[in-house]
T-cell receptor, first 111, second 114 residues
Framework: DAGVIQSPRHEVTEMGQEVTLRCKPI?????LFWYRQTMMRGLELLIYFNNNVPIDDSGMPEDRFSAKMPNASFSTLKIQPSEPRDSAVYFCASSSSSRQYFGPGTRLLVL | DAKTTQPTSMDCAEGRAANLPCNHS???????VYWYRQIHSQGPQYIIH???NNETNEMASLIITEDRKSSTLILPHATLRDTAVYYCIVRVASGGTSYGKLTFGQGTILTVHP
């Protein structure tokens, strides 16, 4: 198995632009998680899905952030419009049990 | 989920055992202790978890005190590649909306030196 796949691995954009991060979970996993990591705040859970349904989005910072999971093999995290404070590493993780498998992350820089 | 307390940093000599402590004095009966680590620039990696019995796998051992208020992760023969941030997390065993959530603290920065 290729593990959790995230794209792009690096993204540089200008303030105000829309950013879309993508995640392909491990096949057969029914949970998918989006995390954000910054030096100031550490690793934070943004939202997670179970069987493609959002279960808890209490970590989503504001309305500029949205996440979707149209099917079991794909999820997106969208930021519109992006701001410099959104600069961070965004991780996607999936699980079918109590153990989560993390992707390599997307490093986002908003100028 | 219960809060955990870990030392900010620890050092270990290569080849020696690394013992990483974690306090979780408010842990509930249905909460497990999980350990993850994050090597620089990579995503977190699962290490081990347990409820009340000691656990061992190919990566590490987990020792949980009888009252479950603290635990120790043991890397029996640390290598340079074990240098990472180690996170101790307490999480509900099953059910409810908090089942899937992992709440990461600041963790312990373990540095293994030659």
């Amino acid at each position: 198995d290729a593990g959790v796949i995230q794209s792009p691995r690096h993204e540089v954009t200008e303030m105000g632009q829309e950013v879309t991060l993508r995640c392909k979970p491990i096949s057969g996993h029914d949970y998918l998680f989006w995390y954000r990591q910054t030096m100031m705040r550490g690793l934070e859970l943004l939202i997670y899905f179970n069987n493609n349904v959002p279960i808890d989005d209490s970590g989503m910072p504001e309305d500029r952030f949205s996440a979707k999971m149209p099917n079991a093999s794909f999820s997106t995290l969208k930021i519109q419009p992006s701001e410099p404070r959104d600069s961070a590493v965004y991780f996607c993780a999936s699980s079918s049990s109590s153990r989560q498998y993390f992707g390599p992350g997307t490093r986002l820089l908003v100028l | 989920d219960a809060k955990t307390t870990q030392p900010t940093s620890m050092d270990c000599a290569e080849g020696r055992a690394a013992n990483l402590p974690c306090n979780h004095s408010t842990i509930s009966g249905n909460e497990y202790v999980y350990w993850y680590r994050q090597i620089h620039s990579q995503g977190p990696q699962y290490i081990i978890h347990g409820l009340k019995n000691n656990e061992t796998n190919e990566m590490a051992s987990l020792i949980i005190t009888e009252d479950r208020k603290s635990s120790t992760l043991i890397l029996p023969h640390a290598t340079l590649r074990d240098t990472a941030v180690y996170y101790c997390i307490v999480r509900v065993a099953s059910g409810g909306t908090s089942y899937g959530k992992l709440t990461f603290g600041q963790g312990t920065i373990l540095t293994v030196h030659p």
